[in-house]
C-alpha cells in the first residue's frame, strides 16, 4: 500500500517526525489516523493485546504543545510495544494470562528512550507464551499474517510484525532471543535488525536468556530501522553511507541437521548474491562451523531459559500451555544437570568472530527462512513435539548468531509464488550494525520491495 496524502497511514516514521517538527503536521492527527486504522483491521489480525486510545491521543497533544521539536527524532510517531516490555500503567503480558505480571508502575528503559524521542505508544502486541515459539497463537486467538491471513506472521514478535505490515504503525518494538525480530520480518516482508551483544539494553526476566536477547525494532524501511536502532542505542540519528567494497560469505548450510531449504528461500539468496556483485562487492561461499554439538547446546540454553523465567516469575506451571510446560520440565533438568555453562557461549562467540577473520569477509549472507510460514493456527494447543518441528523446519537460521552476540538484519528482497514475502539474513562482526543497515540499504534501492501487504 502507497502513502495517501489524505491520511498518514502508510507514511514512513521519518516523514511522520519529519512533518511534526516541521508543524506540517500534529501528532494528534498522525496518532488519531492510526488508531483508526488500528480500530478497522486490528480485529482481523489481533496484533495487539491492548491499544492505548485514549491515553495516545492525550500524550500526542502533549508532544503539539511542546515550543521545541527539534531534538525529538520520532516527533508524534506512533509506536507499539512488545508485550513482555514493561509499559507504565499496563500489566507485562508476557504472550498469557498465566504469565501475565502487575500493572508497570514505570516504563522499561527502551520505552524511556522512545518516548524521550517523541514517539506515541498506541498499544502493546501479542507474542506467543514466554516468547517461545516462531508461531504467535494462544487459547485467546491468533495473530495473522496480513499478506496471507490463514499463515502466521512469525514469533515471537509477531504481533509487531503483523502491525507494521499492516500499516497500523510505521515502526514497532520487538525483541529476539533466537530470532524473534528476524523471522516476523522475514514472514512479512520488513526489515528486522537484531543487535549485538550489549549495544542496546535488553533488562528482560532474569538475565536475557542467558543474554541471547536483544530489543530492536521491525520497520518497512531501512532508513526507520536505522533510526529506531539510533533512538534504542542512545546515539544521535546519523545518515547511513554507502559501504565501500566488501567481501560477502555466503552460506546456504542449515545450522540444524536435516533441515531442508527450499526452493523460493534459496533462490533468494542467489538474488541477493546478484544484488551484492551488482553494487560492486565480492561474494564467496563460506559456512559457518555448525555442529550437532553446538545444536543441542543451544537448544538445552533455550530449555534452561524457559525453565529460570518461569522459577523467577513464580508461575503457575499447570495454568502454562502443554507445549510450555514439557519446554520447562526440559528445562529444569539440562540446567540442573549443568548442561548449560557460560564457557560455551563465549567459545562460540569466539569461534564466529573468528570466522569472519579466517574467511576475510566482512559479512555473511543466510537465508532467513527454510520454508514457508507455518498455519497460523493451531500451534499453542498441539503437542510439544510438533510444535518444536514446526519452528526448527521452517526458522532455524536467527538462533546461532544471539548464542555468539552477533548483530544480524533480515531484508526483504522479492515473492514467494504463494504471495508471501522473501527474506535473507546478513550477519556481521561485533559492532557492524550501521554497515548492516548501510547494505540493506543497497538492497532496497535496487530491489525496492511493497512496504505493506494490506
Known sequence: MDYIATTWVGA???????????????ATQIVADHLERIAITDPSLEAFRVVRAGEALAEAEKVDDQEDLANLPLAGVPVAVKENTAVAGLPTWCGSAAARTAVAEEDHEIVRRLRGAGAIVVGVTKMPEMGLWATTDGPDGATRNPWDLDRTPGGSSGGAA??????????????????????????CGLVGLKPGRGVVPAQLGIDDWFGLVENGVLTTTVADAALGFSVLAGRTPAKLVQPGKLRVG????????????????????????????????????????????????????WFASAYREAEAAGLDLKALQPRTRQHIRLGKMVWNRGYVRQEQRDA?????????????IDVLLTPALAATPPPAEGHA???WIRNMRTNLQYAPYGAPWNF??????????????DGLPLAVQLVGPPDSELLLLSIAGQFEMANPWQRHAL
Request: a positive charge; charged letters at 15%; one cysteine or more.
Open 381 to 383: 494447543t498441539g503437542g
Open 12 to 26: 514512513t516514521a521519518k516523514q511522520m517526525a519529519r512533518a511534526v517538527r516541521r508543524g506540517d503536521a500534529t
Open 162 to 187: 503483523a502491525a507494521v505490515a499492516a500499516g497500523l504503525v510505521p515502526m514497532a518494538h520487538g525483541n529476539d532471543g533466537l530470532g524473534s525480530i528476524r523471522i516476523p520480518a522475514a514472514c
Open 250 to 301: 555466503v552460506s546456504l548450510r542449515s545450522p540444524s541437521a536435516g533441515i531442508r531449504l527450499d526452493q523460493p528461500n534459496r533462490e533468494a539468496v542467489g538474488t541477493a548474491a546478484k544484488l551484492l556483485i551488482g553494487a560492486g562487492h565480492d561474494t564467496v561461499t563460506a559456512d559457518p562451523a555448525y555442529s550437532t554439538k553446538l545444536g543441542l547446546i543451544v537448544t538445552a540454553t
Open 348 to 360: 562460540w562467540r569466539e569461534t564466529s568472530i573468528k570466522f569472519f577473520a579466517d574467511h576475510n
Open 404 to 417: 555468539a552476540g552477533l548483530p544480524a538484519i533480515v531484508v526483504p528482497v522479492g515473492t514467494r509464488p
